[in-house]
């Protein structure tokens, strides 16, 4: 009886757990929105398009976070049927290919200064916009690859796999909103960007 009511509140716990994850995801969303709103008034006025070709970083790593969804996809499925080698394996595929998807911003952010001269304090504010779009999204970036850390290391626990399968379903909420949150704002700079 005592078992049953523990794992009642347990339940309980894990579900507001996932509806606060709920509402950072709708407060993060309401951020890029608002960026982009703030983007699009200000490209409206005379003389302030973006007028930048995007570097080719940006497609590159765009490419890789798809994938990184893909791998994660793997992953959650693995533990499902209780293929846990698989499930650390493709965890640590996405981990590595979140990795290889921050040095490819920071590169394109470094070709957009460095070789192309667009830096954060122009007086066209377009052009702070990318870095305050790519900021933003590198700060989550950031925050779900400690996220997916700490499932890897759950992964190579010995945790019930309720648990387990709640860690996944948290961290592939996470990854895969950030990964549609970046789609949207490398579609919506190029169609923004003359």
Not at 54 to 73: C, E, K, R
Not at 100 to 106: M, V
Not at 116 to 142: E, K, P, Q, R, W
């Amino acid at each position: 009886m005592m078992a049953q009511q523990l794992q009642k509140e347990d339940r309980l716990n894990l579900g507001a757990k996932k509806f606060n994850m709920w509402i950072f995801i709708f407060t993060s969303f309401m951020l890029f929105a608002a960026f982009s709103s703030g983007f699009i008034v200000y490209t409206g006025g005379k003389g302030h398009a973006l007028n930048v070709q995007l570097p080719h970083a940006f497609l590159y790593s765009t490419i890789i976070i798809a994938m990184s969804s893909v791998t994660l996809f793997l992953a959650s499925r693995a533990a499902k049927r209780l293929e846990f080698d698989k499930q650390r394996l493709f965890l640590w595929f996405t981990f590595l290919l979140g990795i290889a998807f921050f040095a490819l911003q920071i590169y394109a952010c470094y070709v957009l200064t460095y070789k192309m001269g667009i830096y954060f304090t122009d007086s066209n504010a377009s052009h702070t916009f990318v870095f305050v779009f790519c900021g933003i999204h590198l700060l989550h970036i950031i925050a779900a690859l400690i996220v997916l850390l700490f499932t890897i290391s759950s992964a190579y626990r010995n945790i019930p796999q309720v648990m387990n399968l709640y860690k996944m379903e948290m961290t592939a909420i996470f990854w895969h909103f950030l990964d549609i949150i970046w789609i949207y704002l490398y579609v919506f700079l190029l169609l923004n960007q003359n």
